[in-house]
């Protein structure tokens, strides 16, 4: 069930300052603890609220049944009536309905005969006193709290406008002074054109060149911020190993880094993605230099298209069925099992195409390796039992999992329909 959290409610004559993040739950605490200091009117107010911004809710029984009983306590007949009918409709099979006053079902009884509610004025004047004398209470505090924050900000303007001119001179000079040195700082990131796909599961490397354009010399925090799944990591070409995460470069120089990356083995032939190189002055971290080297992954792209020889098969028959593996992907697939389940309608009889095992209804084949572009026939043959209805549909799940990616597939095949001979 959907929740509309988190929503964004300016109430009608309210100014932006009261704009209020609304959420269900909250909505009804409070209508709750309303009813819980008889304020009814107010109670109704936050479920209304509740009802028509989240008529989803899973708190719609219990709201249901807050809002009757407000309605009971207020003296809104009508509104008890028609609430209490909408919760025993909507909630017919809730055990909350052995919690339900007499009073209440009275009410909605005597309005589903038609009869026409009439309002309790005694218990409305007496809902309207509470809701008058606690909206007397906040507009009481309200103002006190206001008052006292007009002689803070008095007393605060007094203090500021004595400060303010030095404090103002002082930062100006500062922010200039920093924003000489951030604009001085100038950094190019080259990355090498082209871009070889990876083997999925694979190790890329793509060479990049830092240039140091500014006046000064620089140190960089250098970082590959992707997905952990990438294990990227910054290298130098003259080093075997070890991340490169701190550089240092002279106004002018060049030095050539290599962002070393691994392919994740659940990318698909084709994928494509962006791995940002970025670099932050150490001396001004807001001050930062990033570059985007793309890259494409290259994997086997296994499918399975699996159909009966026949249509139509009687019982006591052998239903013969053609298994096509075939990739469409742009490396070679190894390692591939492929596991067929039989259906419990038919009984195992032969098996081909390429070295399987046979064991509890389930055929595993082995296929070492399938070229791109190239496919795979293999065949299982299975009786029918003749204890199977007519018009059964006998399907064959074929389940293949890829040891080289690391990933499991399933298909379904045509079905094999039962018939009388």
């Known amino acids: 069930m959907a929740l509309l959290t988190g929503f964004l409610v300016l109430f009608p004559g309210a100014p932006p300052s009261l704009a209020t ?64 009918t909408q919760f025993t409709t909507e909630f017919s099979e809730s055990p909350l309905k052995t919690s339900v006053e ?25 809902a309207q006193k509470v809701r008058n004398d606690q909206l007397a209470v906040e507009r009481a505090i309200a103002l006190k709290a206001e008052q006292e924050r007009l002689a803070r900000e008095r007393a605060e303007r007094e203090r500021i406008a004595r400060d303010k001119a030095e404090a103002e001179r002082k930062e100006r000079e500062r922010v200039a002074a920093i924003k000489a040195a951030k604009e001085a700082i100038k950094l190019v990131i080259g990355v090498s054109s082209g871009n070889r796909p990876i083997e999925a599961g694979g190790t890329g ?134 596991r067929v389940i039989i259906p419990s309608e038919l009984d195992f009889v032969d098996a081909s195409g390429a070295d399987f095992r046979q064991a509890a209804g389930i055929v595993t084949f082995r296929v070492d390796a399938l070229e791109t572009g190239h496919l795979k026939e293999l065949r299982i043959s299975a009786t029918v039992r003749e204890s199977v209805v007519e018009k059964q549909e006998m399907r064959l799940q074929v389940e293949v999992i890829n040891g080289q990616l690391q990933r499991k597939e399933i298909f379904t095949s045509s079905p094999a329909v039962v018939h009388t001979k």
Not at 32 to 50: M, P, R, W
Not at 235 to 242: F, V
Request: glycine content about 4%; charged content about 25%.
């Open 21 to 84: 993040e609304l959420d269900d739950s909250s909505l009804y605490v409070e209508a709750f603890n309303a009813f819980q200091k008889k304020d009814y009117l107010l109670t109704i107010d936050k479920v209304s609220q509740l009802t028509q911004f989240f008529p989803d809710s899973p708190l719609r029984d219990i709201t249901l049944l807050l809002l009757a009983r407000a309605g009971l306590k207020s003296g809104d007949n009508a509104l008890a009536a028609k609430t209490i």
């Open 102 to 126: 007499d009073e209440l079902l009275t009410l909605g009884a005597r309005q589903n005969k038609g009869e026409k509610m009439s309002l309790d004025k005694t218990l409305r004047a007496a």
């Open 205 to 338: 490397q793509i060479p990049l060149e830092l240039i140091n354009r500014g006046t000064k010399r620089e140190e960089f925090l250098l970082s590959v911020p992707v997905s952990k799944e990438y294990a990227a990591l910054l290298t130098s070409p003259e080093k075997s190993a070890g991340q490169m995460e701190r550089l240092t470069l002279a106004p002018g120089e060049k030095h050539k880094v290599n962002l070393t990356f691994r392919m994740p083995s659940d990318r698909v032939d084709g994928f494509k993605a962006l791995l940002q190189i970025k670099a932050v002055s150490a001396t001004y971290n807001d001050v930062t230099f990033s570059k985007e080297a793309a890259v494409t992954a290259s994997a086997p792209l296994v499918r399975v298209v699996a159909k009966p020889q026949t249509a139509r098969v009687a019982r006591g028959e052998t239903a013969k069925y053609r298994i096509s593996v075939l990739n469409a992907g742009s490396l070679t697939a190894q390692g591939l099992s492929v």
